[in-house]
């Protein structure tokens, strides 16, 4: 079965941490960047954070230097280390993996885990 199954979400102080896990089938875990992306009520939903196969990273600006995307590709799991949270990110984080098919990518998604951040 192929899935994405994030936990780690909470309710969390303003400067504190929390860490996303996101675990998922070896099928689109394998080979492909993986991706965080958040959406906040009544906005948009935006990619926070990308991790291709061999490691290199890129995030949103808001949230450079706070947050760390990373993988353990022997467990088919991506993390998402959350420093400094502000009530601004708090919002719904899913889990998201691009996966290349001939002649086009897929989309996998989580079903989102909610993170909300107090002031």
């Known amino acids: 079965q192929v899935q994405l199954v994030e936990s780690g979400g909470g309710l969390v102080q303003a400067g504190g941490s929390l860490r996303l896990s996101c675990a998922a089938s070896?099928?689109?875990?394998?080979?492909?960047?993986m991706n965080w992306y958040r959406q906040a009520p009544g906005k948009q939903r935006e990619m926070v954070a990308t991790i291709t196969t061999g490691g290199s990273t890129n995030y949103v600006d808001s949230v450079k230097g706070r947050f760390t995307i990373s993988r353990d590709n022997a467990k088919n799991t991506v993390y998402l280390q959350m420093n400094s949270l502000k009530p601004e990110d708090t919002a719904l984080y899913y889990c998201?993996?691009?996966?290349?098919?001939?002649?086009?990518?897929?989309?996998?998604w989580g079903q989102g885990t909610q993170v909300t951040v107090s002031s």
């Open positions: 998201n993996a691009k996966v290349v098919l001939p002649g086009f990518i897929r989309d996998y």
């Open positions: 070896r099928i689109i875990f394998s080979g492909n960047a």
